[in-house]
């Protein structure tokens, strides 16, 4: 009888990277981890030599490392920076969904042992090349783009030291992860609401710049959801440069929507300087309610689960070692929640 044994090769493990080296476990295992506390060059040379050892991550410890972390108080890991290129320093503040994406994105790095400290890109004296400097001098690897103040703009920072993720589609060139509501969804999710409220004739009216904003998908959703209604319920789309309130009230006078989607709170007294009541006349849903649907019926857009998201995003990024401008950009989308408010009613 032949007997034919197989002796597979060892599996490389941490302990072996680091007797090759002449290390400690734990610095390469922190190495692994692209852990800012480990010299950017160590890092570098730790991880090539694990990769042509042919080093692969054991997942059973994986995960028991990860259920650890989620047993036990985090500490302290890093920093992680918070990066605005609005003109005014505070000017991504005055939108309180931004401002939910910040503190979302602050408790969950606080949960994971990071913290967020805030940069701008245009204080007094700064450059591009200043603050790459200062934010590699604060051993900060991973960066949170805020939402740009308009849709379709660059940004002119070199990336190549740093993991990155931004918010949404308005940040043009480079093309970075982002994370962003999932506003087609959301636009079908509001519009079937409404139908089963008993409404027939949406209008949509916004800003040429919100839907640049969101890349064209309110009006994209909105005019693949007419195709369900008859034709004599489709009312013409209104994309204003800008939005104002005579070109919004010529609109609705003439088409006579009986339920207005918008993004601005601001049409709500459009609507009652035009002579409506609502909900009585008419409804009205906003595609972001302000509010968490205290009083604007709409979409809530979950602004604190997408500051949340895009923190695991960039640390996972941060954990795996992926820095610059992403080969292939991956979009995380979440979804929209209905909020009833009190600005749409049930039809008869």
Same mark, same amino acid.
């Given at each position: ?18 007797? *090759? ?33 042919? +080093?692969?991550?054991?997942? #059973? !410890?994986?995960?028991?490392?990860? @259920? *650890?972390? *989620?047993?036990?108080?985090?500490? #302290? ?15 991504? *503040?005055?939108?309180?969904? &931004?401002?939910? +994406? &910040? ?10 042992? @990071? ?21 590699? =001098? ?14 379709? !703009?660059?940004?002119? #920072? ?10 949404? @589609?308005?940040? =043009? ?40 904003? /969101? ?36 609109? &609705?006078?003439? +088409?006579?929507?009986?339920?207005? !989607? ?11 300087? /035009? ?20 009083? &604007? ?52």
């Amino acid at each position: 009888m032949l007997i034919l044994s197989m002796v597979a090769n060892p599996r490389i493990t941490q302990k072996e990277i680091a007797r *090759r080296l002449g290390l400690t476990q734990a610095a390469v295992s922190l190495a692994l981890a692209n852990h800012t506390s480990i010299p950017s060059k160590t890092r570098q040379r730790i991880q090539s030599v694990a990769r042509k050892l042919g +080093y692969v991550p054991d997942p #059973f !410890l994986s995960g028991l490392s990860a @259920y *650890r972390k *989620r047993i036990r108080p985090a500490h #302290f890991q890093g920093n992680l920076a918070w990066l605005s290129n609005y003109p005014d320093r505070e000017g991504w *503040r005055y939108s309180s969904t &931004f401002v939910g +994406y &910040f503190n979302g994105a602050v408790k969950r790095a606080a949960e994971l042992g @990071y913290q967020i400290e805030e940069h701008w890109l245009h204080s007094e004296g700064m450059t591009s090349m200043r603050m790459e400097r200062i934010l590699k =001098a604060r051993n900060m690897s991973g960066l949170l783009l805020a939402p740009q103040p308009k849709p379709n !703009l660059g940004i002119d #920072f070199c990336f190549d030291h740093f993991s990155a993720v931004t918010f949404g @589609y308005t940040l =043009a060139k480079p093309q970075l992860n982002l994370v962003a509501l999932h506003q087609f969804r959301s636009m079908e999710t509001a519009l079937r609401k409404l139908q089963t409220l008993g409404y027939k004739r949406p209008g949509l009216a916004l800003a040429d710049d919100s839907d640049q904003r /969101a890349d064209r998908n309110w009006s994209a959703a909105f005019w693949s959801e007419q195709r369900r209604l008859p034709q004599r319920d489709r009312i013409p789309l209104l994309l204003s440069k800008p939005l104002d309130q005579p070109t919004f009230t010529k609109w &609705f006078r003439k +088409y006579r929507p009986d339920v207005v !989607l918008a993004i601005w709170p601001q049409v709500y007294d459009w609507l009652e300087q /035009a002579g409506e009541s609502i909900p009585q006349s008419t409804g009205l849903s906003l595609l972001s309610v302000p509010d968490e649907g205290r009083k &604007f019926s709409g979409i809530w857009e979950n602004p604190q689960m997408i500051g949340a998201k895009a923190v695991e995003f960039l640390i996972d990024m941060i954990h795996r070692g992926e820095c610059g401008i992403p080969p292939i950009p991956i979009c995380m989308l979440v979804e929209g929640t209905w909020m009833p408010g009190k600005t749409v009613r049930t039809r008869a």
